[in-house]
C-alpha cells in the first residue's frame, strides 16, 4: 500500500460489531461470490446493454482482476474509477475488491483539475475511465496528466470508442482468461473504498471505508427498508460513482444479493421509463430529481409501479414534496440524512413525509447497527442534554477509517475516541428522534447575524408557486453577504420576491432571514453527484442586476 490508511477508531470497538455479527466480517468480492453460488442465475445488473446474471458478472470481474493483476495492480493499490452507471463500473468495483486493491470512484462530469487532485493525493497507480462519456473524452484527458502523476502507471480506457493511444483498452482486459484467478482475501476491516466529498474544503475530501463499514454499516441501512429481507431492486439515480452510489455494488450486490438497475446519466423520462419497465424495489436519488420526474408524470399513462421505498438523499427534502411523490408513485419516501464523511439517519417505511413544524426536519431515529448520533457543544464538544441544539456526530459500524492524505481533515472532524464531527446542527427529541436545522458551514452571515439557509428553503418550499428551491448566499459590499433564493417555480405560476416574502412573514420567519434577491430557473443545475450545484448558482446570480440598498431594501429580481 502506498498511501497510508488508518483507522481512528478504537480496534477493539470495530472488532465487537463483527463478533455480534452487526458486520459480516467478509471482503466484498467474498460476499459477493457467496451471492454467485447460491443463486447464479439471479440478475445482477441491468443497464442500456440489458441484463446480466450473477454468473455473467462473476465471470467478467475475474477476467478483469486477472488483466489488473497483469498489469501489476495488487491489494493496497489505489485506483481511480471515473465511468458511468454502466456494467463496466460494477464490474471494476468488484474486480479491485477482489484483488484486495481499493476503489477510488469519482463521477464523470468533474473537471481535468479536480481528477488531478484526487489522483495525485491518493498516489493511485491507476485510473479506469470512459473513453468518451456524452462528448467528453475522459481518459484522454486523464492521460495527458500523466506526467503530473508520479504514481499513476496506467490509464484504462473503457467504452465504445478507440482507446486512446498510451492507454490500456479495458476491452483488452476483459478477454484476459479468468478461470484460474484466486482472489485475494483482504481483511474486512481494511480499506475497499475511497469516497469522495466536496464538502466546503478548498479541495474535495477523500474517506477510506472499509469492507466491514460498507458492507456492514451501509448495509444494515438497506436492509432495514427491505421489509422480508427479501432482495432488493435498486435503480440508482444517483452516480454509482458518488458516497450515495456506494449503496450499488457493495450493498446492493455484495451484502444483499439484489439487482442494480443502472441510466448512465440521469433525465427525469429515462428514470419513469425505468421504474415502469424494470418495476424496481427502491429507487435511490435526490429531490430535485424526483421533483423533475413529478413534473412529467403522464395522468395518461396511469400510475408507475409503486415501489417498496422511495429513498431521498443528498439535499433537504421538504414536505410537499414527501407527500406529491408518496401520492404519485404510491409508496413510502424515506428521507436519507447521510454524507461521505460517516454519518447516516433515514426515516423508516412507516413515515411518508418529512415533518417540519418549526423545528427542523426529521432525519429518523438514529440505527446503531449503522451509526450511533449524539449532540455536541460547537465550541466544547461536550455531550447537550436533550432538546439542546449543536453539532450532530457519529460513530458506528459505517464510520469510515480516516480522511485519506489529509491528517488536518482527521484533527478537525474526528474526536479522540473515533466519532465523526458533521458541521451539522440538530437535535435530538424526547424519543430519540434526530431534527436537523441546519448546517455551521451553509450560514450566510448578514450584517453580523446569521441565517441559516436550509431554514429558510424548508419554508420556501410550502409556497404554492414553488416546485423546488435552494437559498445561497452572494456576496455584499455592504452587509457582507445577502441571501437569494433559487427558484424553479410550479408550471404556470411566477413567484415574486415579495410574494415569497410575504409567505415567510405569515410563516413566522422575521424578516432579517427574508431573501434580498430571487433568481427564478427551469431547472436548478446539478453537480456530477446529483445534488443542486450551489457554486453555479452563485455564478447565475453574479449576472443579477444587485439591489441599491435604502433601508430595508429594495429587492432585485432575475427570471
Excluded at 278 to 291: C, K, N, S
Excluded at 478 to 491: F, I, K, Q, Y
Aim: some cysteine; aromatic content about 4%.
Amino acid at each position: 500500500m502506498t498511501v497510508a490508511l488508518h483507522d481512528l477508531l478504537p480496534a477493539e470497538l470495530r472488532r465487537s460489531w463483527a463478533a455480534d455479527g452487526t458486520c459480516p466480517d467478509l471482503d466484498l468480492y467474498s460476499l459477493f461470490r457467496a451471492h454467485r453460488i447460491a443463486d447464479p442465475h439471479h440478475t445482477a445488473v441491468i443497464d442500456a446493454k440489458g441484463a446480466l446474471c450473477y454468473t455473467a458478472l462473476d465471470r467478467k470481474v475475474r477476467c478483469l482482476a486477472t488483466g489488473l493483476r497483469d498489469l501489476g495492480i495488487g491489494p493496497g493499490d489505489v485506483v481511480g474509477v471515473q465511468l458511468p452507471n454502466t456494467r463496466n463500473a460494477v464490474i471494476a468495483d468488484l474486480a479491485l475488491a477482489a484483488l484486495g486493491a481499493v476503489a477510488l470512484p469519482f463521477p464523470v462530469g468533474r473537471g481535468s483539475l479536480e481528477a488531478q487532485c484526487l489522483l495525485r493525493r491518493s498516489e493511485a497507480v491507476a485510473v479506469i475511465a470512459a473513453t468518451d462519456h456524452r462528448g467528453s473524452p475522459h481518459a484522454a484527458g486523464l492521460h495527458a496528466l500523466a506526467p503530473s502523476l508520479p504514481a499513476l502507471r496506467h490509464v484504462i480506457a473503457a467504452g465504445p470508442g478507440t482507446a486512446p493511444e498510451g492507454t490500456v483498452p479495458f476491452s483488452a482486459l476483459l478477454h484476459r482468461d479468468g478461470r484460474a484467478f484466486v482472489p485475494a482475501r483482504p481483511d474486512p476491516d481494511g480499506a475497499a473504498r475511497i469516497l469522495v466529498s466536496s464538502g466546503s474544503e478548498a479541495e474535495p475530501k477523500m474517506v477510506a471505508y472499509s469492507h466491514n463499514a460498507l458492507a456492514g454499516g451501509r448495509g444494515n441501512f438497506l436492509a432495514s427498508l427491505m421489509p422480508g429481507g427479501t432482495p432488493p431492486r435498486c435503480l440508482f439515480l444517483v452516480p454509482l460513482a458518488s458516497a450515495f452510489g456506494s449503496n450499488g455494488t457493495a450493498v446492493t450486490l455484495a451484502r444483499h444479493g439484489g439487482t442494480l438497475v443502472l441510466l448512465d446519466h440521469f433525465t427525469p423520462e429515462g428514470a419513469l421509463a425505468a421504474v415502469r419497465e424494470h418495476a424496481p424495489t427502491h429507487v435511490l436519488g435526490v429531490p430535485t430529481m424526483v421533483r423533475m420526474m413529478l413534473d412529467r408524470l403522464d395522468a395518461e399513462a396511469g400510475a408507475p409501479p409503486a415501489p417498496t421505498a422511495l429513498v431521498l438523499g443528498g439535499s433537504a427534502l421538504d414536505e410537499a414534496t414527501a407527500k406529491e411523490a408518496a401520492d404519485a408513485f404510491g409508496c413510502p419516501v424515506v428521507n436519507l440524512y447521510g454524507s461521505a464523511d460517516g454519518v447516516n439517519c433515514h426515516t423508516g417505511l412507516a413515515v411518508a413525509a418529512p415533518a417540519a413544524e418549526g423545528h427542523g426536519v426529521v432525519a429518523g431515529r438514529p440505527d446503531p447497527r449503522v451509526a450511533d448520533i449524539r449532540i455536541a457543544d460547537t465550541e466544547t464538544h461536550e455531550p447537550l442534554p436533550e432538546g439542546a441544539v449543536g453539532e450532530i456526530i457519529a460513530r458506528g459500524p459505517m464510520t469510515p477509517l480516516c480522511y485519506v492524505a489529509a491528517p488536518d481533515l482527521d484533527a478537525r472532524y474526528r474526536t479522540p475516541d473515533g466519532w465523526v464531527r458533521t458541521g451539522d446542527l440538530g437535535f435530538l427529541d424526547g424519543e430519540g428522534t434526530l431534527h436537523l436545522v441546519g448546517r455551521l458551514k451553509d450560514i450566510v452571515i448578514r450584517g453580523g447575524a446569521n441565517i441559516s439557509p436550509a431554514e429558510v428553503e424548508r419554508e420556501l418550499a410550502r409556497h404554492p408557486s414553488v416546485r423546488d428551491v435552494v437559498c445561497v448566499g452572494v456576496e455584499d459590499a455592504v452587509m457582507g453577504e445577502r441571501l437569494a433564493a433559487c427558484v424553479v417555480p410550479r408550471p404556470g405560476r411566477t413567484p415574486t420576491l415579495d410574494d415569497l416574502c410575504a409567505h415567510l412573514e405569515r410563516r413566522g420567519l422575521e424578516q432579517r432571514k427574508h431573501p434580498e434577491r430571487l433568481l427564478v430557473v427551469g431547472e436548478l443545475p446539478l453537480t456530477p453527484a446529483g445534488k443542486p450545484d450551489r457554486p453555479a448558482l452563485r455564478r447565475l446570480l453574479g449576472g443579477v442586476r444587485p439591489p441599491s440598498y435604502a433601508g430595508a431594501a429594495p429587492l432585485a429580481q432575475a427570471g
